[in-house]
């Protein structure tokens, strides 16, 4: 089956799956279509805004749709009527029913930000970081209905740095992707790709996260705070409070030894050291809520008492 041949529909939404779309755009197989979330309400004046991605497609000439949900019978059918062979799916936003799986001729397949059967679920970038795992990757799977579950036909690894936030991760990820899709589409096209199932029982799960996760909890050991606070960086963000109300934490280094009470703040040889169960935080940057955001050794030499996270 030759590039020219394939027909591809790709499904995405986020940030993180516009390399691997621009890549099958420039290198093909050029996609039919591209199948992404309703343009939704942003910003201060709640403007319809499109996901980005959909600007590229538009910009590539590919013809984009917008389904409120696919699993109406009217979106299978103009999926039914692409035709596709394969279906490339990357952070899209909906979960994709047994009807839509089986629509394409050759597979419906994943581009999967972990290095799976490890950190199944929505914040496996997160997680990878926050677990203090040495690297993660892309796995490109087939789609089953069960969340993140199906067989595997191909993984792509790559480090994680010693400061890698989840911001910079993503980042790079989002080139990995690119990448493993390239080394993966033609296996799959000849029927050469194997597939390897996942062992279930090796599996771990990362859920969706809110703001809330992000509360730091100071009696914990300041190497794993270190990782929560760099692994929520710059979504979904960390904060303790003060005095009642939110400070968001920005990323900090883990130092031993004992400097005070967990989340008692201190400045000590021109640092912001805050206790932890184990060890302690040297802050860098902190924004307390209706402020700029701002040095945390700053901070604390305009209050006329050591402060107390909480």
């Not at 942003?42 to 749709?65: F, N, Q, W, Y």
């Not at 203090?132 to 579950?149: C, R, S």
């Not at 799959?188 to 859920?207: K, V």
Request: aromatic residues 4%; negative net charge.
């Amino acid at each position: 089956m030759s590039g020219a041949e394939v027909r591809v529909v790709f499904f995405g939404s986020g940030e993180i799956a516009i390399p691997a779309f621009r890549r099958l755009i420039a290198d093909g197989p050029r996609p039919l279509a591209l199948v992404t979330q309703p343009d939704k309400p942003a910003g201060r004046h709640r403007d319809l805004t499109p996901p980005p991605i959909k600007r590229v497609a538009l910009e590539a000439g590919i013809p984009v749709l917008q389904p409120e949900s696919v699993r109406d019978e009217a979106s299978l059918d103009e999926l039914r009527a692409l035709a596709p062979d394969v279906i490339v799916v990357m952070a899209y936003g909906q979960i994709l029913p047994k009807a839509l799986i089986a629509i394409p001729r050759v597979a419906c397949i994943n581009l999967h930000a972990s290095l799976l059967p490890r950190h199944r679920g929505a914040s496996c970038l997160q997680a990878a970081i926050d677990e203090g795992d040495a690297e993660t990757g892309i796995t490109v799977m087939h789609v089953v209905p069960k969340l993140d579950a199906g067989d595997i036909i191909h993984a792509l690894a790559t480090p994680i740095g010693d400061e890698e936030t989840g911001g910079s991760l993503h980042d790079r990820m989002a080139d990995v992707a690119a990448e493993a899709l390239a080394q993966a589409l033609p296996g799959i096209l000849d029927g050469s790709a194997t597939r390897t199932p996942q062992d279930s029982e090796l599996s771990t799960y990362a859920p969706k996260l809110d703001r809330e996760h992000g509360r730091i909890d100071w009696t914990w050991d300041a190497q794993r705070l270190a990782r929560r606070i760099r692994a929520y960086e710059p979504w979904p963000g960390t904060w303790t409070t003060f005095e009642g109300k939110r400070v968001k934490i920005f990323p900090a280094k883990a130092g031993q030894g004992t400097v005070g009470e967990p989340g008692v703040l201190t400045v000590e040889e021109g640092e912001a050291r805050v206790g932890c169960g184990d060890g302690f935080l040297v802050l860098g940057d902190i924004q307390p809520d209706g402020s700029r955001r701002m040095p945390a050794r700053d901070w604390v030499k305009g209050l006329r008492s050591l402060p107390r996270f909480v």
